[in-house]
Antibody, heavy 121, light 105 residues
Framework: QVQLQESGPGLVKPSETLSLTCTVS????????WSWIRQPPGKGLEWIGY???????KYNPSLKSRVTISVDTSKNQFSLKLSSVTAADTAVYYC???????????????WGQGTLVTVSS | DIQMTQSPSSLSASVGDRVTITCQAS??????LNWYQQKPGKAPNLLIY???TLETGVPSTFSGSGSGTDFTFTIASLQPEDVATYYC????????FGPGTKVDI
């Protein structure tokens, strides 16, 4: 059974960089697309970006200038960095697994439980 | 970018009712559509992909249809455990989600 677990600080100051890690168990990180998705409190879902082992990364155009996703295959983890954060970046951040093919890269079948990150001084 | 809309934004129905949610894309997306269920405080759960294919383990009380720009999600007989927000999602880049439909009893 594939499991994903987000970890990282729950509070980030404005203008600083948000950093989160997703640890994957029960599956190989090199075989699928791995995404970050966020949800501001009481609002809808926004895809942030993905990593795929043989394709590298792709980001939401609205966040592209501030986002970096990287992977550590030795630890079966992938990470998110979001720079220059503001209060608008306050959200529950989820990591999720996409498909193993380009066709289904946006079909998110496994999700972490989510972690709330608040941007505040 | 393709925009996704859903209607209604919320609904209240009785146990046993048939519930229908619609999702509309701003341009033709073929059948590149997923439906998710999100219960309060939980991560979304994939119910349907390719507009009408039930994910493994999902009860057949849920169904989806449509192609092009207009899609429908149906709960055949609403149960208390179906209280949730339902999202459609275009599963091609940049993977845009609809705004959600909150279903209550």
């Amino acid at each position: 059974q594939v499991q994903l677990q987000e970890s990282g600080p729950g509070l980030v100051k404005p203008s600083e960089t948000l950093s989160l890690t997703c640890t994957v168990s029960g599956g190989f990180i090199s075989s699928y697309y791995w995404s970050w998705i966020r949800q501001p409190p009481g609002k809808g879902l926004e895809w942030i970006g993905y990593f795929y082992y043989s394709e590298s990364t792709k980001y939401n155009p609205s966040l592209k200038s501030r986002v970096t996703i990287s992977v550590d295959t030795s630890k079966n983890q992938f990470s998110l960095k979001l720079s220059s954060v503001t209060a608008a970046d306050t959200a529950v951040y989820y990591c999720a697994r996409g498909g193993s093919s380009t066709w289904y890269r946006g079909r998110f079948d496994y999700w972490g439980q989510g972690t709330l990150v608040t941007v505040s001084s | 970018d393709i925009q996704m809309t859903q209607s209604p934004s919320s609904l209240s129905a009785s146990v046993g009712d048939r519930v229908t949610i619609t999702c509309q894309a701003s341009q033709d997306i073929s059948n590149y559509l997923n439906w998710y269920q999100q219960k309060p405080g939980k991560a979304p759960n994939l119910l349907i992909y390719d507009a009408s294919t039930l994910e493994t383990g999902v009860p057949s009380t849920f169904s989806g249809s449509g192609s092009g720009t207009d899609f429908t999600f149906t709960i055949a007989s609403l149960q208390p455990e179906d209280v949730a927000t339902y999202y459609c999602q275009h599963y091609d880049y940049p993977f845009t989600f609809g705004p959600g439909t909150k279903v209550d009893i």
